[in-house]
């Protein structure tokens, strides 16, 4: 009985960790995405240039090549990334910056109208 508890205790433990792994690669592909756009820009245009130059001594591999490895680097920059994060033991619902992986709202937000500068302040009288 004891063994059969153990294993089920691993094989728990083996879902949480593959959970956190691919929500950890979900997050930091959206990040990659978003935040890391400036950085995509230089990547694409270091890459175009690789491309122009592997261009005359691989005519057509080099754009191949190129952009072959700048996907799969990223690509694998995410999984190792995700990686770490969950043999760590992080799991995203325990960072700061991600309270909505806690299902909490952002209580330092407060929407504001565009005619509020004009009319938040003014008061009828009868």
Same mark, same amino acid.
């Given at each position: ?5 153990? /294993?089920?205790? @691993? ?62 680097? /990223? ?18 619902? @325990? ?10 709202? @952002? ?20």
């Amino acid at each position: 009985m004891t063994v059969s508890q153990s /294993q089920m205790l @691993n094989q728990s433990d083996y879902g949480l960790m593959l959970k956190s792994f691919l929500l950890w690669t979900g997050i930091l592909t959206i990040c990659l995405l978003i935040i890391g756009f400036p950085v995509g820009i230089l990547i694409v245009t270091v890459g175009s240039l690789l491309a122009m130059a592997l261009h005359s001594v691989l005519p057509g591999v080099g754009i191949l090549l190129v952009a072959g490895s700048v996907i799969g680097i /990223q690509v694998l920059g995410v999984l190792v990334g995700a990686a770490i994060l969950t043999f760590k033991g992080v799991h995203p619902s @325990n960072v700061s910056w991600l309270p909505w992986m806690r299902g909490e709202a @952002n209580p330092q937000h407060e929407s504001t109208y565009a005619a509020c500068p004009l009319t938040c302040e003014v008061t009828t009288s009868k």
